[in-house]
């Protein structure tokens, strides 16, 4: 199982919408994914209708009251599953703040776990996190083998990537193997550029300075546009891969039930309204994201 985390001290960069659409993008590929949602806001949770508070991702955390054999798994999708959200998983942090395992517990969990859950049917798993590096996010990038992080041509978002790596600096080297003297960091960082309009000022001094960095041997593993559909993905409640699927079918062929609903009717004529290249081009994105990773 591949493990991958989105993760800023950003909010509001797509860390949740990208966790959403690549999740999808690698189940329509036809591998298996578990969805970690370790954001106490549970964006990702309420995409999938999982608001159940009981058997959370706080759970896993939560070492004091549970032994983390209440952690549910909802089956929410063909190949998608999904551990929810928590507005716990705040306190929860606080109060395992003087536990000495606080950044492993993560990794405790899964691997006390791995047969319980039966992880090894996943080929990834996907982990959404809250703006910070606090102790979920730092479990996260503990277990992970890729960070990827959303960076969106605005001076804030590029500034934080320094603050971002500080933070994950200090994390090596408190997260260290005592036997070994080795970090538990395994994980390799990327940065994703986000949002990115072609014709656009900004947009375009970014890509210089991206193209600059990459010569420089930094880690910037894609370009990602700007996209209205990024927006109706999470909003309609169905990713950009599904959208593709319903836009190769005609309305005749819709099962019944689709046919006569007028709400997701509205919808099909914005998934066939857009140009089968902007599909293409975030399978693109996708597909270049998985192979690096
Ligand atoms: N590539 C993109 N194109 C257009 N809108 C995007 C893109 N990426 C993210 N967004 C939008 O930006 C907003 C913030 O994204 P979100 O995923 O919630 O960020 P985060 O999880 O980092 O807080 C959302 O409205 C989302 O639809
Ligand atoms: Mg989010």
New binding site residues.
Partial sequence: MEIIT?S?V???????????NYAEYLAHQGHKVLLLDF?E?S??SRIYDVTDQEGTAADILDVDNSDGSTVKIHHVKDNIDLIGGSTRLDTVQSRINDNPQKNMLLFLWLNKHYDRYNLDQYDYMII?TH?DVQTATKNAIIVSDAVLS?V?PNQMSYDSIVEFSTRVEKLKNEAIDYTTGETFVKAKFFYLA???RRNYGLSQDFLKMVEKEREEGVNWLAI????????????YKVSVAEMQEYAKINNADLPEEKRSNPEFMKMKRYFDQQKPQFYEEINEVFAEITKAV
Avoid: A, M, V
């Fill in positions: 989105f800023t950003k909010g509001g960069i797509g860390k949740t919408t990208l966790s959403y954001d806001q964006s990702l959404d703006p959303p969106i986000n949002e990115i990602i546009p700007e996209r209205e559909i990024f927006n109706r993905s999470t909003s």
